[in-house]
T-cell receptor
Framework: DSGVTQTPKHLITATGQRVTLRCSPR?????VYWYQQSLDQGLQFLIQ???????AKGNILERFSAQQFPDLHSELNLSSLELGDSALYFC????????????????FGQGTRLTVV | AQTVTQSQPEMSVQEAETVTLSCTYD???????LFWYKQPPSRQMILVIR??????QNATENRFSVNFQKAAKSFSLKISDSQLGDAAMYFC?????????????FGAGTILRVKS
């Protein structure tokens, strides 16, 4: 158990719908990362938050948004869902943000399997 | 932008034998970190080993070791005395030590099958 909790584990929804994925980081971790794992794109970084603020952005679609709350949990919102959004969405957390102090392990949750039908 | 390439989509190894997974990366940075992650069928991403680019000594964790060739931008993973539990997808990953954020850039992965 990595200490990172993601809910739900599985989600099936229809095209055009909106879903929210939730992530609780390990106790004491200030950084939260979201990654998407799909068959055609592999593991792609979406976005990082550090202590409530957006720190880095990757290949995240405009239909997707995220936030980190004062209690440090994070939510990834996916809207106007398309079949191609079906993927495994991982959340990871670490103590620090990056740079030379970034050599800390990022712990991954077990992912949310999203299926869009 | 940094890229990570794993040229072996799939590898097989006999139990108790040794296998090496290849990884190359492209970066213009001099300071960075490299990782190998394991993803078993449970989907959990598990850190296997990490290497700091400024360290010349290759990292070792029990049966897992790396061959880090900075000039060649190569970072291979050697698994000795392979066990059935080593069967998984293995991802090579890069993290900049200079960027404001802390994202991991992953390779496409290598499926490792262990035969008994």
């Amino acid at each position: 158990d990595s200490g990172v909790t993601q809910t739900p584990k599985h989600l099936i929804t229809a095209t055009g719908q909106r879903v929210t994925l939730r992530c609780s980081p390990r106790s004491g971790d200030l950084s939260v990362y979201w990654y998407q794992q799909s068959l055609d794109q592999g593991l792609q970084f979406l976005i990082q938050y550090y202590n409530g603020e957006e720190r880095a952005k990757g290949n995240i679609l405009e239909r997707f948004s995220a936030q980190q709350f004062p209690d440090l949990h994070s939510e990834l919102n996916l809207s106007s869902l398309e079949l191609g959004d079906s993927a495994l969405y991982f959340c990871a957390s670490s103590v620090v943000s990056g740079g030379f102090f970034g050599n800390t392990e990022a712990f991954f949750g077990q992912g949310t399997r999203l299926t869009v039908v | 932008a940094q890229t990570v390439t794993q040229s072996q989509p799939e590898m097989s190894v006999q139990e108790a034998e040794t296998v090496t997974l290849s990884c190359t990366y492209d970066t213009s940075e001099s300071d960075y970190y490299l990782f190998w992650y394991k993803q078993p069928p449970s989907r959990q991403m598990i850190l296997v080993i990490r290497q700091e680019a400024y360290k010349q000594q290759n990292a070792t964790e029990n049966r897992f070791s790396v061959n880090f060739q900075k000039a060649a931008k190569s970072f291979s993973l050697k698994i000795s005395d392979s066990q059935l539990g080593d069967a998984a997808m293995y991802f090579c990953a890069y993290r900049s030590a200079l960027e404001y954020g802390n994202k991991l850039v992953f390779g496409a992965g290598t499926i490792l099958r262990v035969k008994s």
